[in-house]
């Protein structure tokens, strides 16, 4: 029997004090990729260099030691970069090691991916890789060419061979998810000392249109679900053998499906699952779901983010978000009544931003009152509804700059310099008036929760070498 041919699965060595500030979780992704890969024959390993925190050097070791013959990155946007780099030193390592790229960027972005990087890069996986890579490995193992996979993009002679679109998995319930394959001691929630956190999925897509979004795009604003039973069991699983404690879903609209989501919710309540579970959704499903919020909690749901991104209706018109104003703000406060935690994101920078608009968003984001408000620079992808709108005013290219923290665009009557200074006042003012308050809370699971998550924000994120002693007057 000949040996089998070996994958490694490399997380970008990215980091911006961003995504990895509250926790450490497992890439999702991988973890499918490895299971379907593995049941097609392959021996995969998934190596989390991100959140092992190793450089180039560490992870040129790692390819040397185990040897592969493909070698996977992904990246979004502000990470593909470090992606690239991945791939690279696998090429110098071992020029016969096939590379291969996917994720969200990639899939937009192969044209230029490719044509600035076809020494390194062999393959570019577009839309969801969990058939496609699998049957690009088998082909190539093969010897056979590779122009009948669908969903793949390659360089030959001088230009990019692009294939066929590959249909959206029919049944997310059969993939195999490889969690044996996860180093679970890697991944924890700070906020939740001892805890070890998952990431889930229970559903893919969203039907939404918001501009400045990558995911409707990617998905074609199409949404899957999986069955309420197997999500449940899989959390049980988790739970039961990994010992995870903490869920974070990687649902873009987890809610959508209100029959769905209330029998998620009836299941994890009569099975006692004990997984605290953390969230994104849409103002208008709070909304609806106003009168079982006290269900949410019964279930394991203490965090919700909920996509509020302005204070200004002109500005959610821009977004194409279909929400109002003052349906934020009660979808915040109706969280807040049941006992959930709160955030929430205001977006900065636009070509119309002035000092006075700013003072307007914190005062309005203030009066909101989410638990925990981001303020973030806009980052317009390269292939996103509102980028052809920014193209102008983008001033930054460096696509390891997108990552909120940075200002990318220019705004008509700020410089750079001043809407990026502006952005952490907002961040010291916000947090400067309701730190104080957070030991009056008289929830004590909120409050612990509350003061733990303000210091791991102001010790793990980008924040800290801004605001460093400046919000901080708590004492257990």
């Avoid at 638990?371 to 193209?391: C, K, Q, S």
Wanted: proline share 5%.
């Amino acid at each position: 029997m000949m040996p089998k041919q070996r994958l490694l699965l490399i997380t970008p060595p990215y980091h911006a004090g961003v995504v990895e500030a509250a926790g450490s979780w497992p890439n999702l992704g991988f973890v499918y990729l490895a299971g379907q890969a593995r049941a097609a024959g392959f021996d995969v390993q998934i190596y989390d260099a991100m959140t092992k925190n190793h450089d180039l050097a560490a992870i040129e070791e790692r390819i040397a030691e185990f040897r592969p013959h493909f070698v996977g990155s992904t990246g979004y946007t502000a990470s593909a970069p470090a992606g690239l780099q991945v791939l690279a030193a696998a090429k110098e390592i071992d020029p016969k090691i096939v590379t291969i790229m996917g994720g969200i960027h990639a899939n937009f972005m192969y044209q230029e991916i490719l044509a600035n990087n076809w020494q390194t890069v062999d393959f570019v996986v577009r839309g969801e890789g969990e058939e496609t890579l699998p049957e690009l490995l088998i082909t190539l193992q093969s010897g056979t060419a590779p122009d009948k996979v669908r969903g793949i993009a390659f360089w030959r002679k001088g230009q990019v061979v692009v294939t066929p679109e590959r249909p959206f998995c029919s049944d997310l319930d059969a993939l195999i998810p490889a969690w044996d394959l996860v180093d679970w001691e890697d991944y924890t929630f700070y906020v939740m000392p001892g805890s070890r956190l998952g990431l889930v999925s229970s559903s893919r897509g969203c039907g939404n249109n918001c501009s400045f979004c990558s995911q409707q795009k990617f998905w074609h604003r199409t949404f899957r679900a999986r069955r309420p039973e197997s999500f449940v069991a899989e959390l049980e699983h988790l739970r039961d053998i990994y010992g995870v404690t903490v869920v974070m879903l990687s649902d873009e609209y987890p809610t959508k499906d209100e029959a769905r989501w209330q029998r998620i919710l009836d299941l994890l309540i009569q099975r006692k699952a004990g997984v605290y579970l953390l969230l994104e959704t849409c103002v208008e499903d709070i909304l609806r779901d106003a009168k079982i919020l006290d269900r949410y909690r019964q279930a394991g749901v203490v965090h919700v983010y909920v996509g509020v991104e302005s204070t200004d209706p002109g500005r959610l018109l821009s977004f194409q978000k279909n929400v109002k104003v003052e349906q934020s703000r009660e979808a915040l406060r109706l969280l807040d009544a049941a006992g959930i935690i709160s955030e929430c994101s205001f977006v900065l920078g636009m070509p119309d931003e002035t000092r006075e608009s700013l003072a307007k968003t914190l005062e309005l984001a203030k009066l909101y009152g989410p638990d925990f408000a981001h303020f973030l620079h806009i980052a317009p992808w390269p292939y996103a509804d509102i980028y052809d709108e920014l193209r102008s005013r983008v001033k930054v290219f460096d696509y390891s700059k997108y990552n909120f923290t940075e200002p990318i665009v220019e705004p008509d009557r700020m410089s750079m310099e001043e809407i990026s200074s502006a952005l952490i006042d907002c961040y010291k003012s916000y947090y400067m008036d309701r730190v104080p308050g957070y030991s009056n809370i008289a929830d004590p699971f909120k409050r612990d929760y509350m003061i733990r998550s303000l210091r791991v924000m102001m010790q793990n994120s980008f924040l800290k070498k801004y605001m460093n002693g400046t919000v901080y007057p708590i004492s257990n």
